[in-house]
């Protein structure tokens, strides 16, 4: 292989290489008159004040997006409707519940992926997500910005900058709720003003998919007290729920869920039945202080019943297949792809790394697992796969065992000979001080 490059080429490269500049936060008005810009719309009371705050404030045209990502009774016709009476150019509303489960779910769960040993990252895994499809419907009604309703403290803004400056560098951001510093008294007034519908001011700020619910604000925002039973929906509060507990039987294949119960069904079915189940139990409640990448330490409430079932049992069975070193590898590269999610890495070339091993293991990772849950808990009762480093034979105290008692003698002398020298060797010295 010639590696001499002349340098004529390295100026060539200079000139034809990737266009890495991009726009600031904050665009100017100028750079925004009379084009396009892509907003993610969820409908509520901020991201409607946001469209035509935006109209308003860069003289532009607004392209709304809506993507259903599984939100649990969302009235996606209804926000449709309502971003067409707020005078879009357009409105996109797109269901991604598949891409949603198959290309960010199911590699979280083959990753057991728990943010700090909590969090299941449901909010953290759509919006990578959210951000490629804002920057494809950019790029093909060539507006030149996206926006969204993040705020300056959280870590959204993150994940789904990151990924939209991964993807087109030149696209501008516009945040409204950094910008303009209004406050909720302050949007319903800008909302009368403008004729736009407020819904009722609810108690907390949620976030929800088909994968969990994130609560957040209210009385929520004092560690030290237990969480109001209303904060809660997808939960039976473990007190009410049946005396009776419930057995379910999830089968894997190659690290995916593929039935419940003996019956075979996809993805998305699987994860909203799951949720269901789980959550007449009382599974999935998580009260959690954790560290958001912008520094603050920050109270979350998570109700995440089919996460936690699903991540519960692929852990069981992966550990029942790997060896002892696998399994304690992959705890590591598990947390590390935990929050590289959460961080909103999800475009870095590490993630792909992590990946290839994750996928690896789980080539392994087919069999079933049995679950009991009761009274806010799911317990591994039981789990089964060909692939098992388990043999009956060698674990048994019984007579048929095949195991090589008398090996043992010479193992314990070399496994502990290190530990017993080093002993030794300590004792020695402290006679002779020191």
Sequence with gaps: MNLVVKRKNIQNDKKEGINMSRATYS?????????SVVLLYSGGLDTSV??????????????????????????????????????????????????FVNEYVF???????????????????????????????????NAVAISHGCTGKGNDQVRINITAYSLNPAIKIIQPIVEWGMLRDQEEVYARKHEIPIPEK???????????????????????????????????????????????????????????NGEEMG????????????GKHGVGRIDHLEDRIVGMKSREIYESPGATVLIMAHKDLEKAICTAQEFAFKQLIDQQWAYCCYAGLWMNPFMDDLNAFIDKVNERVTGTVRLKLYKGNALVVGRKSDWALYDYKLATY?????????????????????TKLAQAIKKERNKKGE
């Excluded at 998305?268 to 789980?278: D, F, P, R």
């Excluded at 007579?399 to 000979?417: H, M, P, Q, R």
């Design 202 to 260: 609810s108690k907390y700020s949620i976030d929800e998919n088909l994968w969990g619910r994130s609560i957040e604000c209210s009385d929520l925002e004092f560690p030290d007290q237990e969480p109001p039973e209303d904060a809660y929906e997808w939960t039976t509060n473990p007190v009410d729920a049946p005396d009776t507990p419930e057995y379910v039987e999830i089968k894997f294949k190659k690290g995916i869920p593929v039935a419940l």
């Design 27 to 35: 665009p100017t008005k100028d750079e925004l008159k009379g084009k």
């Design 398 to 418: 019984e007579g048929i065992s095949t195991f090589n008692e008398k090996a043992s003698y010479g193992f314990v002398e070399l496994w502990g000979l290190q």
């Design 267 to 278: 993805g998305v079915k699987l994860i909203e039945t799951i949720n269901k189940v789980a």
């Design 50 to 99: 946001m469209l035509k705050w935006i109209q308003e404030e860069y003289s532009c045209e607004l392209i709304s997006l809506t993507c259903d990502v599984g939100q649990p009774g969302k009235n996606f016709k209804q926000v449709e409707e309502k971003a067409h009476k707020l005078n879009v150019k357009k409105h996109f509303t797109l269901d991604l519940k598949e891409e």
């Design 107 to 141: 590699p979280a769960l083959k990753a057991n992926a728990l943010y700090e040993g909590s969090y299941p990252l449901h909010s953290a895994l759509s919006r990578p997500l959210l951000a490629r499809h804002a920057i494809t419907i950019a790029e093909k009604e």
